[in-house]
């Protein structure tokens, strides 16, 4: 199946440092969904982004859909040692049918 | 909380045998859900989409047989894993759609197999 680019692969920051990672697709997407995974366990649902130009807020976690609908942003301010993990972007070209394509991964490690 | 439990968390086989992972959907119905398979360190890979009351959509590359999808109600789906390999070790990951506001999938804790 399609896979997202997604880009940086990993990151070592330091704590309280801000991070930004992206994902672009070769495709128009009409959905992007960021999640975090850690070791042995699902992805657990970040943001959802529905709308080209949409900037959305969870906390200190802040995703943009991009306005060609080819790519989306996530940022993290402020990063704290329980954001080591890895994150996913994840795109779907329907508006319904659920068929969502992965980006590679985002390992990030933080350092107290 | 959790809106998609799978279970078990983690199983153990023989070489041979076959293996079930039950995924349910939590206080929704899920017409559709979809099983992942994930190697260590990589992205998620979808092996099929799991429809109620009708056979499964496998992608390319993905063995029917050998991964049977079973989606018998409107919460559960099941994978069957038949005659395990141990290159069939792996995380096997569900998710379904809740779709109150908009296109999203949620995901089960994850599964993992080792066949031994």
């Known amino acids: 199946g399609q896979q997202l680019n997604q880009s940086p692969q990993s990151m070592f920051i330091q704590e309280g440092e801000d991070v930004s990672m992206n994902c672009t697709s070769s495709s128009i997407f009409n959905t992007w969904l960021w999640y975090k995974q850690d070791p042995g366990e699902g992805p657990v649902l970040l943001i959802a982004?529905?709308?080209?130009?949409e900037l959305t807020s969870n906390g200190r976690l802040t995703a943009q859909f991009g306005i060609t609908r080819k790519d989306s942003f996530l940022n993290i301010s402020a990063s704290i040692p329980s954001d080591v993990g890895i994150y996913f972007c994840?795109?779907?070209?329907?508006?319904?049918?659920?068929?969502?394509?992965f980006g590679t991964g985002t390992s990030l490690t933080v350092i107290p | 909380g959790a809106v998609v439990s799978q279970h078990p968390s983690r199983v153990i086989c023989k070489s041979g045998t076959s293996v079930k992972i039950e995924c349910r959907s939590l206080d929704f119905q899920a017409t559709t859900m979809f099983w992942y398979r994930q190697f260590p360190k990589q992205s998620l890979m979808l092996m099929a989409t799991s429809n109620e009351g009708s056979k499964a959509t496998y992608e390319q590359g993905v063995e029917k047989d050998k991964f049977l999808i079973n989606h018998a109600s409107l919460t559960l789906s099941t994978l069957t894993v038949t005659s395990a390999h141990p290159e069939d070790s792996s995380f096997y990951i569900c998710?379904?759609?809740?779709?109150?506001?908009?296109?999203?999938?949620?995901f089960g804790e994850g599964s993992w197999l080792t066949v031994v």
């Open positions: 998710s379904a759609d809740r779709a109150l506001t908009g296109n999203t999938i949620y």
């Open positions: 994840a795109g779907s070209t329907s508006n319904t049918g659920n068929q969502f394509y």
């Open positions: 982004l529905y709308k080209a130009g």
